[in-house]
């Protein structure tokens, strides 16, 4: 079975500053996607970035890009010039051939003005 | 493009009854999956419907059910409620297996 870990709880960044939200998983496939999602306290799920396990270049989405290392099974979030609508709970998600997504407990980030 | 549209927002139910969960998807999306999110166990997937077939189910009991229309609208079920069952419950959609899934903005489900 697929775990997904998330070993920040809780994390605190300044407006403007950068912050990478680490995520570490485990499984035995070879082809699955990654994904970090969003929950701002509106409480819709908001798909930040993804990343296809085949392909090695890092994904990048405006202000957030993916540090990708299959081999380490590691895949951590880097936010640039942070947002105060940035403040949410993220969470890392891995989906492997059951086509079902499997999510860590989450993180949650403040930005502070 | 409208999002993904789950009704209710909110469900106040007490225990035993049944409730009944809406989702519909985005527009030419033809799978929809459902979550369960509490603080204690987190997200957790629920079961997945394709063309009103179920294609996957996670680990939940048999009360807990669902069904897709022809129209790929889902609906999903829950029979003799337990205190346990109060969650977000989230809908997500997607036109296909090599898409992201999006999601709905939940229905808030207590039981009191």
């Known amino acids: 079975a697929q775990t997904v870990t998330q070993s920040q709880p809780e994390m605190s960044v300044q407006e403007a500053e950068t912050v990478t939200l680490s995520c570490t998983y485990d499984?035995?496939?070879?082809?699955?996607?990654l994904f970090w999602y969003k929950q701002p306290p509106s409480r819709q799920m908001i798909l930040v970035i993804r990343?296809?396990?085949?392909?090695?270049q890092n994904a990048t989405e405006n202000r957030f890009s993916v540090n990708f290392q299959k081999a380490a099974k590691s895949f951590s979030l880097k936010i640039s010039d942070s947002q105060l609508g940035d403040t949410a709970m993220y969470f890392c998600?891995?989906?492997?051939?059951?086509?079902?997504?499997?999510f860590g407990k989450g993180m949650k980030l403040t930005v502070n003005p | 493009k409208a999002g993904v549209t789950q009704t209710p927002r909110y469900l106040i139910k007490t225990r035993g009854q049944q409730v009944t969960l809406s989702c519909s998807p985005i527009?030419?999306?033809?799978?929809v999956s459902w979550y369960q999110q509490t603080p204690g166990q987190g997200l957790q997937f629920l079961f997945e419907?394709?063309?009103?077939?179920?294609?996957n189910k996670g680990n939940f009991p048999g009360r807990f059910s669902g069904r897709q229309f022809s129209n790929s609208r889902s609906e999903m079920n829950v029979s003799t409620l337990e205190l346990g069952d109060s969650a977000l419950y989230l809908c997500?959609?997607?036109?296909?297996?090599?898409?992201?899934?999006?999601f709905g903005d939940g229905t808030r489900l207590s039981i009191l």
């Open positions: 997500a959609s997607r036109q296909g297996s090599d898409q992201p899934q999006h």
């Open positions: 499984t035995s496939e070879s082809n699955y996607y």
């Open positions: 990343q296809e396990a085949y392909k090695q």
């Open positions: 998600a891995f989906e492997g051939g059951s086509e079902k997504l499997v």
């Open positions: 527009s030419g999306h033809r799978s």
């Open positions: 419907y394709f063309s009103e077939t179920q294609r």
